[in-house]
């Protein structure tokens, strides 16, 4: 068994559920078995009500704290999205936890630092073109997150999205998280054999919103076809799979990584 003193729960979606548990109290009760008796439980303040519930019962269980982090760390943070902004405040409590205090100057330089690859990922700043944005959103949890980020992003611009999903996720909610933020949509697939056809895509997109959907198999080709659509004064968001950022990120010629 790990023995953290200081374990970090930012929130429980429904993933991995032939393995972890049909619900999100399972998954969490998964999750939440790395809590050493008399640890320190950082939790974060999205946290579905169902895993708060588990987390509380494993705290009392194992003579646990637990700490809520902040909805924002009270610091301005160099990474997009309001889901990032909630992480950097739990790793904040996490740090304070483990080692007693932190620092306020520290705690500044590394939030304007801090970036992390294919999270909201701004790629291309949109001189003389369209801003493009990496994410790698690939469940409807983390979906929902990103979506949630938007609005304050685009300001009024319009959202091309570029998509591609692997055959175990949920799809349909994934979609639905993020079509109605959308302008257009490219369908794509990417290197992944798990990876649904850009025409189950389609047929999908085309079931849970009436934006106009456009199909491109190839990843950098879709990526290309989504900064047309954009224009110059548009955003494009490439998203729903980590296999997708990886081959919009790879350089031609290099060796793919493991298909896990």
Not at 113 to 133: E, H, M, Y
Not at 185 to 214: D, F, G, M, W
């Amino acid at each position: 068994m790990l023995q953290a003193p200081v374990v970090v729960l930012t929130n429980v979606g429904l993933e991995h559920t032939r393995w972890l548990g049909p619900t999100v109290a399972d998954i969490a009760r998964e999750k939440l078995a790395v809590v050493p008796p008399g640890g320190t439980l950082v939790l974060g303040a999205d946290l579905h009500r169902d895993a708060l519930r588990e987390a509380e019962a494993v705290a009392d269980r194992q003579g646990a704290t637990i700490v809520r982090a902040p909805a924002d760390p009270g610091v301005p943070v160099r990474a997009l999205g309001g889901f990032q902004r909630r992480n950097f405040a739990a790793a904040i409590e996490a740090a304070r936890a483990w080692l007693g205090h932190v620092d306020d100057e520290a705690v500044r330089a590394a939030a304007a630092q801090v970036a992390v690859p294919g999270r909201f990922q701004l790629v291309d700043t949109g001189v003389g073109g369209p801003q493009v944005i990496l994410d790698g959103a690939h469940n409807p949890g983390g979906m929902e997150a990103l979506a949630a980020s938007l609005p304050e992003f685009l300001k009024g611009r319009p959202l091309t999205a570029v998509i591609s999903v692997l055959d175990d996720k949920d799809a349909a909610a994934m979609l639905g998280a993020l079509l109605p933020h959308c302008a257009d949509v490219v369908v794509t697939s990417n290197a992944n054999p798990r990876a649904l056809s850009p025409a189950t895509l389609e047929s999908l997109a085309a079931q849970v919103a009436t934006v106009p959907i456009h199909r491109e198999p190839e990843p950098k080709r879709a990526l290309a076809r989504g900064r047309e659509l954009a224009g110059p004064g548009g955003v494009v968001l490439a998203t729903g799979s980590i296999y997708l950022i990886a081959d919009l990120l790879r350089s031609d010629g290099t060796r793919r990584v493991s298909m896990l």
